[in-house]
């Protein structure tokens, strides 16, 4: 079983930044891919951004150039660099670790920018 601690998440002013990171415990493979999804009201969750632990990713259209993941396998950890934020990426942001068949998801952390 994987256990997910998010934290990073605020409010900031449109055009600011915010770092989130996501430390996981528990059952990770060397193998797993960590990354981002958010959920706005109203809307279904969506992706973000996911890295393999080779490094390789995969951004939204939308946060492409604005956003950049990194990963520590040291330490099982993942960050979300976050600037030029706009007020449409206001939304609950999920960490998620994928390890073969099994997904787990983190608590959320709000990001909130205003205009």
């Known amino acids: 079983q994987v256990q997910l601690v998010e934290s990073g998440g605020g409010l900031v002013q449109a055009g600011g930044s915010l770092r989130l990171s996501c430390a996981a415990t528990g059952s990770i493979s060397s193998m797993s891919v960590m990354g981002w999804y958010r959920q706005a009201p109203g809307k279904q969750r969506e992706l973000v951004v996911i890295i393999s632990s080779g490094g390789s990713t995969k951004y939204a259209d939308s946060v492409k150039g604005r956003f950049t993941i990194t990963r520590d396998n040291a330490k099982n950890t993942v960050y979300l660099q976050m600037n030029s934020l706009k007020p449409e990426d206001t939304a609950v942001y999920y960490c998620?670790?994928?390890?073969?068949?099994?997904?787990?998801w983190g608590q959320g952390t709000q990001v909130t920018v205003s205009s």
């Open positions: 998620t670790v994928v390890t073969g068949p099994l997904v787990s």
